[in-house]
Nanobody
Framework: QVQLAESGGGLVQPGGSLRLSCAAS????????MGWYRQAPGKQRELVAT???????NLADSVKGRFTISRDSAKNTVYLQMSSLKPEDTAHYYC?????????????WGQGTQVTVSS
C-alpha cells in the first residue's frame, strides 16, 4: 500500500511561485507514474500533471508553460513547481499514485494541500 504526504501549499500573490512536494512510502514508487490533481470549490477535479517512471511528463493546457512536474526516485518524492500563479489556480492539490496512464487509473491519493492565490 502506497501512502502519500503532500507539503508546500500556502497563500501566494498572483504571479508568485510555490513548490509542492509529495513524499511516498513503498518501494514501488520508482516503478509507477505519479500525478497531481486539483479541485477548486464548486468545480470538477482536474488532472494537472503526470510523470512516468522514466520521467516523461504531461501537463494540462491550463498550466502548460507555468507548472513543471518532476520526481526524485532516490527520495521517493514527486514535485510540482508552480510559477506565474493565477487566482484560478486556487484549489486543493492532491498527489496521486497512478496504476496506469491510458486510461488514467489512480491507485492512491494523498490528503492534499491547499494553494490559495490572492492579493
Amino acid at each position: 500500500q502506497v501512502q502519500l504526504a503532500e507539503s508546500g501549499g500556502g497563500l501566494v500573490q498572483p504571479g508568485g511561485s510555490l513548490r509542492l512536494s509529495c513524499a511516498a512510502s513503498g518501494s514501488i514508487f520508482s516503478m509507477n507514474a505519479m500525478g497531481w490533481y486539483r479541485q477548486a470549490p464548486g468545480k470538477q477535479r482536474e488532472l494537472v500533471a503526470t510523470i512516468t517512471s522514466g520521467g516523461s511528463t504531461n501537463l494540462a493546457d491550463s498550466v502548460k508553460g507555468r507548472f513543471t512536474i518532476s520526481r526524485d526516485s532516490a527520495k521517493n518524492t514527486v514535485y510540482l513547481q508552480m510559477s506565474s500563479l493565477k487566482p484560478e489556480d486556487t484549489a486543493h492539490y492532491y498527489c496521486t499514485f497512478l496504476r496506469s496512464l491510458a486510461p488514467v487509473s489512480v491507485g492512491a491519493w494523498g490528503q492534499g494541500t491547499q494553494v490559495t492565490v490572492s492579493s
